[in-house]
């Protein structure tokens, strides 16, 4: 019977340091670059205060981002109510793991940085760090809350 026991431990002790070899050996080091990040990323849904607010309705599964290699970020959204395409052009840069995009609307300038959780071939995952309206910081609490960005 302890026979049977030490075999039966030594095989699960044996599958637990294979089980760490190999989770030792992924890709967690991979730098974050720009040629990464470059590319067509369908918003897939944003966490805020613990909640999916996107990605629930039909036509906000079309939103995306396509960032180009010449700085420029193509952001396409879509309204809940009737579908109308909108697109928003803005400015680009990445910088180790933050991201920081630039939109100018009229007189203002809106500046949203973020950290780059990961990325992938197939996943972009953005944390808000803050947002800025003419520089200054902005105090919009809902915004401010958001948690993640899922793309």
């Known amino acids: 019977m302890k026979k049977v026991n030490i075999k039966l ?18 890709d967690d080091d991979d730098p974050i670059t720009k040629a990464g990040i470059i590319g067509k990323w369908r918003i897939e849904k944003v ?14 599964n079309k939103n995306y981002l396509e960032f180009k290699e010449s700085g420029t970020l193509k ?3 879509y309204d809940d109510d009737d579908c109308k395409e909108h697109i928003d052009l803005e400015k680009w840069n990445l910088t180790g793991n933050t991201l920081t995009t630039e939109e100018k609307e009229g007189e ?5 940085i973020f ?5 992938t071939k197939d996943n972009l995952i ?6 800025l ?4 910081e902005d105090t919009d609490e809902e915004e401010n809350n958001a948690k993640t960005l899922i793309i």
Do not use: D, Q, R
């Open 115 to 119: 950290t780059v959780k990961e990325l």
């Open 47 to 60: 966490i805020l205060n613990g909640k999916t607010i996107l990605a629930e309705y039909e036509c906000t």
């Open 75 to 77: 952001n396409v959204w």
């Open 9 to 26: 431990l030594m095989m699960l002790l044996g599958i637990v340091a294979l089980s760490i070899i190999f989770t030792a050996c992924g």
């Open 108 to 112: 203002n300038t809106y500046t949203y």
């Open 126 to 131: 953005l944390e808000p760090v803050k947002s």
């Open 133 to 136: 309206t003419n520089g200054k």
